[in-house]
C-alpha cells in the first residue's frame, strides 16, 4: 500500500497551495480519505476527512479556507489550501483507512510553510 503525498512547499500569507495524494495498494472508493497535519512540536491532528460515502469534514480551524476532494478514478484526493495564515505550517499527511475502528495507512506527509 502506497500513499504518496505531494504539493507542499513555501507560500506567502494570504497565498494558496493544493496537496495531491495518489494512493495505490488499496480499492480507493472503499476507504475513508483523511488529510492529517502535524505542526513542530504539536501533536498530529485532523484537518478534513472524505467517507467512503461521499460525506466531506472539517476541522473548524480551516472551515471556508480548505477544500476536500477525491477522484476516484485516479485513487487521489486532494486539499486545496487558500487564505493560509501562518499558523497552517505544517507536514501534511494523508490517510486511508476503511473504518473509523483502525488506524488506516499513512503517507509520507508533505511540507507546508507559510511564512512571508
Known amino acids: 500500500v502506497q500513499l504518496q503525498a505531494s504539493g507542499g512547499g513555501l507560500v506567502e500569507p494570504g497565498g494558496s497551495l493544493r496537496l495531491t495524494c495518489v494512493v495505490s495498494?488499496?480499492?480507493?472508493?472503499?476507504?475513508?480519505m483523511a488529510w492529517y497535519r502535524q505542526a513542530p512540536g504539536k501533536q498530529r491532528e485532523l484537518v478534513a476527512g472524505?467517507?467512503?460515502?461521499?460525506?466531506?469534514s472539517y476541522a473548524d480551524f480551516v472551515k471556508g479556507r480548505f477544500t476536500i476532494s477525491r477522484d476516484i478514478t485516479k485513487s487521489t484526493v486532494y486539499l486545496e489550501m487558500n487564505s493560509l495564515k501562518p499558523e497552517d505550517t505544517a507536514v501534511y499527511y494523508c490517510?486511508?483507512?476503511?473504518?473509523?475502528?483502525?488506524?488506516?495507512?499513512w503517507g509520507q506527509g508533505t511540507l507546508v510553510t507559510v511564512s512571508s
Open positions: 495498494g488499496i480499492v480507493f472508493r472503499n476507504h475513508d
Open positions: 472524505f467517507t467512503s460515502a461521499g460525506r466531506k
Open positions: 490517510n486511508a483507512r476503511l473504518n473509523p475502528k483502525v488506524p488506516g495507512f
